[in-house]
């Protein structure tokens, strides 16, 4: 008996940009200056392009080199092989180190130790005898040269694993010049940062895509998300193979290829609506609440182009609830149109300047005192990677899914959004709203958020979010006519204190268009069995999408690995409903269909 052919996959959440999209100064915030100006993006590519040892000049060099680095690579596996055998070779091997990590260890913390040595009376001077004889015996050196000194510190960080860590631990408390090594967040985005420049020697995104396709069966279809990084305060994007236009085309040519399936977005950006004015032109019609677009650069694409929904990324400096963005989310929702928006806290957010209207949320309000008016949230954070996630956090999103929130963004919007939404007062119901709004939480919150919700067991509303008897929780526990004091206080306690993992849920819960997807923390195999019980409730199990963030998460694994992976840890019914099943559904519009 024949199977039925199955659905093609859909990888929901994929990045094919060059380098060139990505201004010079991305390190900023991450590297002191004058670091981050000197190891550009720019810099970093014309240091690629000069060593591509295996090209032009280089060439015949490289090839003797890569030779003769074969032969003695194989000649010292013969070896190893001979000595890993020998017990003789281990216990040499393990007394050299020793040997080598005490002298190390005496160069880089020998006053330190022994300060704190000296105070325990009844050890020390038997510590300090056999050190004295250890040197008398000239076992142990005092004392070394430079060079000596050099050759102890250095065969240690490249040659002994465990001593290396140690190094970095104790020494971070130490030595204080040693807090300039990066610490792990650092490294994380120094790694990603090593990967852009990677991908980035690809002068066209279509080498990229190439990349990605070869990894996948030959049907398999891709959202491709744009990225606009021009208002992220990290330099202006100079290059015209950067600039936003000529990524966007780029997209449009691959769509048009009939051997690709790919499914491309359009990267809204409030600061480009307002700066550039033929970007985005909308037309509001209040009696009907239908917003048609007008001949511009959006409409292009979305229209003529047939590209497939939008790419918001909030952590740049903007809410998703913009007045900028209001009348085109109109237009997205009742067009089916779907947006995928970044929730996690990561490495790419604003690298400029806190601005002083960012220190309160535009929307909620806390209590700040019994029988006293309520003022706005206040936002303390100062770090451009903290202060970003406000921006990101997915209680935002009931600023534009919930009517009694979305009245709070209209009142203070100009007076033709206040028209259009047919905004009265606080008490008075929109005429129209965006509770029909299809979005996607791309990346579920983060692995992190997801640990967080593990660990905690006490707050009520997330003790088991999942409990048989329960759909979720109530994001306004007081009925009223307006978000009133009690509802605003308690939205300004989820803010403080709710794990972003259990706010998405809870949002999948309440909205029948949003969306969630597993990319990047996909190569994570810690999340599988929380993801597995998060798809035995029905909502979410039509509602998880799978999605890798190709090619962000390369640092991590490659594609066929994320794959496979998701293939062994899943059920196949559960594969085949995030990976074939969903992601039709949250790509389908009034106007399109994915066969």
């Known amino acids: 008996m024949n199977q039925a052919v199955k659905k093609s996959i859909i990888n929901c959440h994929t990045h094919i940009f060059t380098g060139k999209c990505v201004p010079p100064y991305i390190a900023k915030t991450f590297l002191p200056w004058p670091l981050y100006k000197l190891l550009n993006i720019d810099f970093l590519l014309r240091v690629k392009e000069f060593l591509k040892f295996d090209q032009g000049r280089w060439k015949a060099w490289y090839e003797k080199w890569q030779n003769l680095a074969t032969k003695v690579n194989y000649q010292w596996k013969n070896i190893k092989v001979d000595l890993v055998r020998n017990g003789g070779y281990k216990f040499f091997k393990g007394a050299f180190n020793i040997w080598v990590l005490a002298h190390t260890f005496y160069i880089l913390f020998g006053k330190q130790i022994t300060e704190v040595l000296s105070h325990f009376e009844t050890v020390y001077p038997y510590l300090n005898q056999f050190f004295h004889t250890l040197t008398d015996a000239n076992v142990f050196f005092p004392d070394p040269s430079t060079l000596v000194k050099a050759f102890f510190i250095l065969f240690t960080l490249f040659f002994i694993k465990i ?189 400029g300047k806190k601005e002083k209207s960012w220190d309160y949320h535009p929307v909620f309000k806390e209590s700040v005192g019994k029988n006293q008016p309520q003022k706005p949230l206040i936002l303390p954070q100062s770090k451009n990677i903290d202060f970003s996630a406000n921006f990101t956090n997915p209680l935002n999103y009931l600023c534009l899914l919930d009517e009694k929130l979305l009245r709070l963004v209209v009142k203070n919007c100009k007076n033709e959004i206040k028209e259009f939404f047919g905004y009265t007062d606080d008490v008075t119901e929109l005429k129209h709203n965006l509770s029909h709004l299809k979005i996607c939480m791309g990346h579920y919150g983060g692995e992190d958020e997801w640990v967080k919700y593990l660990e905690r067991d006490r707050l009520p509303q997330v003790s088991n979010i999942f409990r048989e008897e329960r759909d979720g929780f109530n994001f306004f526990p007081k009925e009223e006519k307006s978000v009133g004091d009690k509802n605003h206080e308690y939205l300004s306690t989820l803010w403080k204190s709710m794990d972003w993992f259990s706010i998405i849920t809870n949002l999948i819960y309440h909205y029948p268009n949003v969306y969630a997807d597993i990319s990047y923390i996909i190569y994570q195999p810690t999340i599988y069995p929380l993801l597995k019980q998060v798809l035995t409730k029905e909502k979410h199990f039509k509602r998880v999408l799978y999605g890798t963030d190709f090619f962000v998460v390369r640092n991590h694994k490659s594609e066929k690995q994320l794959l496979a992976e998701a293939m062994a840890n899943l059920t196949e019914a559960e594969f085949d409903q995030i990976a074939r099943e969903n992601p039709r559904e949250f790509i389908n519009t009034k106007n399109f269909v994915v066969d």
Not at 224 to 244: C, E, S
């Open 163 to 351: 001593g290396r860590k140690l190094i970095f631990s104790i020494g971070r408390y130490i030595l204080p010049y040693l807090r300039l090594i990066p610490d792990s967040q650092t490294w994380k985005f120094l790694l990603r940062y090593y990967h852009i420049v990677r991908f980035a020697g690809y002068k066209e995104s279509g080498s990229i895509f190439s990349k990605l396709k070869n990894q996948y069966d030959q049907n398999t279809g891709f959202v491709v998300l744009p990225m606009d990084l021009q208002y992220m305060g990290a330099g202006n994007i100079t290059a015209p193979g950067g600039k936003y236009d000529y990524q966007m085309n780029a997209l449009a040519k691959l769509k048009k290829n009939p051997k690709n399936i790919i499914y491309p977005f359009v990267f809204i950006d409030p600061r480009r609506i307002e700066e550039d004015k033929t970007f985005l032109v909308t037309t509001g019609n209040p009696e009907t609440g239908k917003v048609t677009l007008e001949p511009c650069f959006v409409k292009q694409y979305i229209e003529e182009n047939e590209f497939n929904g939008f790419k918001i990324y909030p952590a740049l400096g903007y809410y998703p609830f913009d007045e900028n963005l209001l009348l085109l989310w109109k237009y997205a929702a009742d067009q089916e149109l779907p947006i995928m928006t970044h929730a996690i806290k990561g490495t790419v957010f604003y690298r």
